[in-house]
Nanobody
């Protein structure tokens, strides 16, 4: 059974950092691009960052460019999202995604 499990969410003050991790199982992780999305209350789910299967190319939402970094470890079947200089508007549930597979989400709260 294909599965994605996120971890690393929590509460942080504005300007702080968090590192999200997503562990994949049940499919050939290294063959597929991976993405992080977020969804704030009352808003649609939005793409935050994407990384190609080999990790050689990445793309980011304009709102996070220069602050967030997506990376992957194909040997460990994991993808990470390093989030720096967090802003209150970054608060949301963050989801890991590959094709039609979604994780359960991890909550990020940015508040002083």
């Amino acid at each position: 059974q294909s599965q994605l499990v996120e971890s690393g969410g929590g509460m942080v003050q504005p300007g702080g950092s968090l590192r999200l991790s997503c562990a994949a199982s049940g499919f050939s992780f290294r063959r597929y691009a991976m993405s992080w999305y977020h969804q704030a209350p009352g808003k649609e789910r939005e793409l935050v960052a994407r990384i190609t299967s080999g990790g050689d190319s990445t793309q980011y939402a304009d709102s996070v460019k220069g602050r967030f970094t997506i990376s992957r470890d194909n040997a460990k079947n994991t993808v990470a999202l390093q989030m720096n200089s967090l802003k209150p508007e970054d608060a949301a549930v963050y989801y890991c995604q590959s094709r039609k597979i979604w994780g359960q989400g991890t909550q990020v709260t940015v508040s002083s």
